[in-house]
């Protein structure tokens, strides 16, 4: 079955940067899009990021644009979200997705899921 592990998530000043990675397992991962999202409590689950199956196409949330990089190594089956100048607003528990395309949006488009991370930026 499909496992999606995410990890890298912690602890940091606003300001700072993190580097969460999401570990897949299960699929053929080179043939399939990826998301990010994540959730704030008492939020719905935002779309942050995805990304196509070659790394050559990514799409962003307005909120992390610029600030935030989705990349993927396809030999390790691994998909990255480098996170730059971090806000206190970008505290929420980050979720990796797998997805047919890189277009698609709402969390119920998407396939599986990972257990999280979660990511806290103090101010």
């Known amino acids: 079955q499909v496992q999606l592990v995410e990890s890298g998530g912690g602890l940091v000043q606003a300001g700072g940067s993190l580097r969460l990675s999401c570990a897949a397992s299960g699929l053929t991962f080179s043939t399939y899009a990826m998301g990010w999202f994540r959730q704030a409590p008492g939020k719905e689950r935002e779309f942050v990021a995805t990304i196509n199956w070659n790394g050559g196409t990514t799409y962003y949330a307005n909120s992390v644009k610029g600030r935030f990089t989705i990349s993927r190594d396809n030999a390790k089956n691994t998909v990255y979200l480098q996170m730059n100048s971090l806000k206190p607003e970008d505290t929420a528990v980050y979720y990796c997705?797998?997805?047919?395309?890189?277009?698609?949006?709402?969390?119920?488009?998407?396939?599986?899921w990972g257990q999280g991370t979660q990511v806290t930026v103090s101010s």
């Open positions: 997705a797998t997805a047919k395309n890189s277009y698609i949006r709402r969390p119920s488009d998407f396939g599986s």
